[in-house]
């Protein structure tokens, strides 16, 4: 079983700054892919960067030039650095499995951008 455990969420003005973690256990960490993902009110949930084993990264158009995802495998951890933040950021933030896996989701880490 795998779990994740996000962290780094708060309130931050819009153009500001944060830096999300995901915290992993019970998976062989260096050789899997994982994925950050959004979910606003009323909307769905939304793959909003990923990056693989391998380091490779992608970025959904609404967040690209903004946000950088990166890992550091020897803590087990993927980050996701959040910058010129826009009230459209608002939205509880989730790290899983980038499609080729998943676990059952946590409680994720809440973000919200004021105008």
């Known amino acids: 079983q795998v779990q994740l455990v996000e962290s780094g969420g708060g309130l931050v003005q819009a153009g500001g700054s944060l830096r999300l973690s995901c915290a992993a256990s019970g998976t062989i960490f260096s050789i899997t892919g994982f994925g950050w993902y959004r979910q606003a009110p009323g909307k769905q949930r939304e793959l909003v960067a990923g990056i693989s084993s391998g380091g490779s990264t992608n970025y959904a158009d609404s967040v690209k030039g903004r946000f950088t995802i990166s890992r550091d495998n020897a803590k087990n951890t993927v980050y996701l650095q959040m910058n010129s933040l826009k009230p459209e950021d608002t939205a509880i933030y989730y790290c899983?499995?980038?499609?080729?896996?998943?676990?059952?989701w946590g409680q994720g880490t809440q973000v919200t951008v004021s105008s």
């Open positions: 899983n499995g980038p499609g080729t896996w998943h676990a059952d």
